[in-house]
């Protein structure tokens, strides 16, 4: 069955969460939630059936943009799963408050999360960074605003350069900044109090999916001894883990690494871009999150409570 035609707003977002303009879980949540709701307010479905095969199909358009980012599909099922009525009216005000409510828990949980992770840095720490995160930004934050100096080691994080974001946004809050080139990162660590990464996934075994380049930084940041800091919502564990499923790995367009006015020079080479990697649990000394610091080992724990039994099946899927 052909899905129905989804809103401007959700194809924009798809097309935007694709492309990364919109990057960061906890932002990919954000606008994937936003973006159900205008989907509700905008639907002219003449009945239930009807207006829940357009909810269905957008989330389905939304969640294949980004196969390794849980935040985005555990956003669509919070939404999907509270949407209950008998009428389209019913429905719609349903999906409408559900939203509401989901963005205003995403906005509450990074400001707890951030004031757990700020009580593990200590007045004139530095730390070392990779990738962009909004969850481990906000434990900088926090530290900032209890009146400690923080200072920061960022590496650039290639192909990407997201690291250029975060780098700006320290700047932004007057933390000094010392931005590396990716394979510099061991010769800094000596520098370093801390390394603190977000994270795209959490396994049900305490491994950690996110960026690629952040599970060699972690093992050598256990080589020299600095403890790695996990920042994450618990928007980021992946339930699917615990009943065996694995991550998938995000695989990127080649042309991020390799330009095609640049393959010429380069000659006929296979180009691989995966996304992100996985950081075993024991190189990771904590996963902080707004429901308190967990040592990776003792997270499914957190994951059974939160999730319970596993259904089969998803919202998004034809009934």
Same mark, same amino acid.
């Given at each position: ?53 357009? $909810?269905? &199909?957008?989330?389905? %358009?939304?969640?294949? /943009?980004?196969? #390794? ?5 555990? +956003? *669509? ?38 004031? $757990?992770? &700020?009580?593990?840095? %200590?007045?004139?720490? /530095?730390?070392? #960074? ?5 969850? +481990? *930004? ?182």
């Amino acid at each position: 069955m052909n899905d129905p035609d989804v809103t401007p707003s959700v194809a924009t977002a798809a097309d935007d969460i694709a492309e990364m303009e919109i990057r960061g879980a906890a932002t990919i949540a954000d606008a994937a939630a936003a973006a159900i709701g205008e989907q509700a307010q905008a639907s002219e479905a003449d009945s239930p059936e009807e207006f829940r095969a357009e $909810i269905r &199909a957008a989330a389905r %358009r939304l969640h294949e /943009t980004r196969p #390794t980012a849980v935040s985005l599909p555990n +956003a *669509l099922r919070y939404v999907l799963r509270g949407m209950k009525g008998d009428t389209v009216e019913e429905l719609r005000e349903s999906i409408v408050s559900t939203v509401v409510e989901f963005r205003r828990e995403l906005d509450q949980a990074q400001d707890n999360l951030g004031q $757990i992770g &700020a009580n593990r840095l %200590r007045d004139g720490d /530095t730390i070392m #960074t990779h990738c962009h995160s909004t969850d +481990a *930004l906000s434990c900088v934050h926090r530290a900032l605003d209890d009146g400690k100096e923080i200072s920061a080691i960022v590496k650039e994080t290639r192909p990407r350069k997201q690291g250029h974001i975060t780098a700006r946004q320290l700047r932004d809050w007057d933390v000094p900044v010392t931005l590396i080139v990716d394979n510099a990162a061991r010769r800094y660590l000596d520098d370093a109090d801390h390394v603190l990464v977000g994270a795209d996934s959490i396994a049900a075994d305490g491994s950690v999916i996110n960026k690629v380049g952040t599970s060699g930084l972690a093992v050598n940041a256990r080589e020299r001894g600095v403890p790695i800091m996990v920042a994450a919502q618990t928007l980021k564990l992946h339930p699917g883990t615990m009943t065996g499923h694995t991550v998938e790995i995000e695989m990127r367009d080649p042309r991020e690494i390799l330009p095609d006015d640049e393959r010429s020079k380069v000659g006929n080479v296979r180009v691989e871009n995966p996304a992100f990697d996985v950081t075993p649990p024991r190189y990771v000394d904590a996963i902080v999150t707004e429901r308190g610091q967990f040592p990776p080992e003792s997270i499914v724990t957190l994951m059974r409570e939160m999730f319970g039994e596993q259904q089969n099946g998803e919202p998004w899927d034809e009934p």
